[in-house]
């Protein structure tokens, strides 16, 4: 038997649960307060809703679970690898929400404010920032295709981080159909914006002699390459030359009303910024996306995006969404690294007892300690300097006695209190 957990997984000791707890309160209890209704899906989803989610590179990272019996017998003697799983382990909440949806959209109010915190799986390659098992937070507003949905998941976002404790980060917007269409302008041909976008997203890693290789191994027209070439590097990224470039300006007049309202809403607290190369992997983004990022972390710590069409999957017509995630993860790694203490925690103490007290009277008394500590009961030991040291290194503030009132404070000196 093996004592590790699988690769690209981990067990979390208390003190990070613990975090992850707290963490996880605060997104809730700043989404509830906006109104919005958390929901659970299970983790499985039929494969055919995975495969057909457009869901970019994480395609290729699900988790397949085989056919189970005589209908899995019956595909490995047809010989298809194709047909062997019939299900798979969900990699997003988005496409799972998209389903619930369209099952239960009569019984929910419109537009629907829904709230997502749970696991899913991705078949990673494990390293450092990529599990194969995580926590994504979610919110998501269906039924409305006002731009004030974007606004009010930016707000809402960004106040939940700003409870953590976040303070200096921004919020970059971008419009994929924009940049769609700016593409075209340039020359791309339609078929084939998907793949331009996928390397244009690279620009901040890969910068753009990087974007240019890139485009020309994937043999795009060398003119259209030429000239994205060129705007890439006459460093003009403002909304209205972008906008000037289009055959329709006015298709950023949408952005425009979501950065100008959202920093109205900010009022300074965090900022607001125009990303043109802000892309976003998933295929199912139809519209806005959006990424938050800090300037003394690498990587965005929330991003999302309006995808309009992945309910119309289910239902056959289409309903307007829009959905931003927390990165709990990266979020709580953050956390940990700079000893992030969880703000109003009680102080936890230790209610030691002897082999013969009474354990009912201990209890009570650990019921009555609890009014100002959270109290575990545990045996004295016979060297107590030990077990102070155990405790203490365990983030416990104090030890009670059983059969005597003395309450005595842990990594410090002092005498004892009564």
């Given amino acids: 038997m093996k ?4 690769k690209g997984m981990r067990d979390l000791l208390p003190a990070e649960q613990a975090l992850r707890d707290h963490v996880q ?13 958390r929901i659970g899906t299970p983790i499985l989803e039929d494969i055919e809703n995975l495969d057909k989610s457009d869901g970019g590179d994480n395609l290729n990272l699900i988790f397949k679970v085989l056919k189970r019996g005589d209908k899995l017998t019956a595909a490995l003697a047809a010989g298809d690898a194709r047909s062997l799983a019939d299900m798979g382990l969900r990699y997003d909440l988005t496409v799972p929400l998209s389903r619930y949806y369209a099952a239960n959209r009569d019984k929910l109010p419109a537009p629907f404010k829904v709230i997502q915190t749970d696991r899913v799986y991705r078949a990673e390659r494990p390293q450092k920032g990529r599990l194969r098992e995580f926590v994504q937070c979610d919110i998501d507003i269906l039924g409305d295709a006002s731009p004030n949905a974007e606004v009010e998941l930016i707000d809402v976002t960004a106040r939940a981080l700003l409870a953590i404790g976040f303070s200096d980060f921004t919020v970059n917007v971008n419009d994929r159909r924009i940049l769609r269409a700016m593409l075209a302008g340039m020359g791309f041909a339609a078929d084939t914006l998907d793949s331009v976008c996928i390397s244009f997203d690279k620009l901040d890693k890969i910068g753009p002699d990087g974007v240019r290789e890139e485009l020309l191994e994937k043999a ?6 030429a000239a994205l070439d060129g705007f890439l590097r006459g460093g003009d990224f ?10 329709d300006p006015a298709l950023a007049d949408g952005l425009r009303y979501v950065l100008s309202t959202a920093e109205r809403a900010a009022a300074g607290r965090y900022r607001l910024a125009f990303a043109p190369s802000l892309v976003r992997g998933q295929g199912y983004y139809t519209g806005m996306v959006f990424e938050v990022t800090c300037p003394q972390f690498a990587g965005a710590i929330a991003g999302g995006g309006r995808y309009d069409d992945m309910v119309g999957k289910f239902l056959g017509q289409s309903v307007p969404a829009v959905g931003f995630s927390i990165g709990f993860e990266r979020v709580c790694a953050i956390l940990l690294e700079q000893g992030y203490a969880i703000p109003g925690a009680r102080p936890r103490l230790a209610l030691l007892y002897l082999p013969e007290a009474d354990f009912a009277a201990v209890l009570q008394k650990a019921a009555a300690l609890r009014a100002r500590y959270d109290v575990t009961v545990l045996p004295q030991a016979r060297k107590l300097g030990r077990q102070f040291g ?4 365990g983030g416990y503030a104090a030890v009670a006695f059983a059969d005597n009132d003395d ?8 005498e004892n209190q009564a």
Avoid: H, W
């Avoid at 004592?3 to 699988?6: A, E």
């Fill in 3 to 6: 004592s590790q957990p699988l």
């Fill in 25 to 37: 309160g605060v997104i809730l209890n700043t989404y509830r307060a906006a109104g919005f209704q």
């Fill in 238 to 247: 403002a909304l209205d030359a972008i906008a000037a470039r289009l055959p």
């Fill in 407 to 414: 309450i005595r404070p842990l990594g410090q000196k002092g």
């Fill in 220 to 225: 795009m027209p060398a003119g259209a390459v």
């Fill in 390 to 393: 155990t405790l203490e290194a």
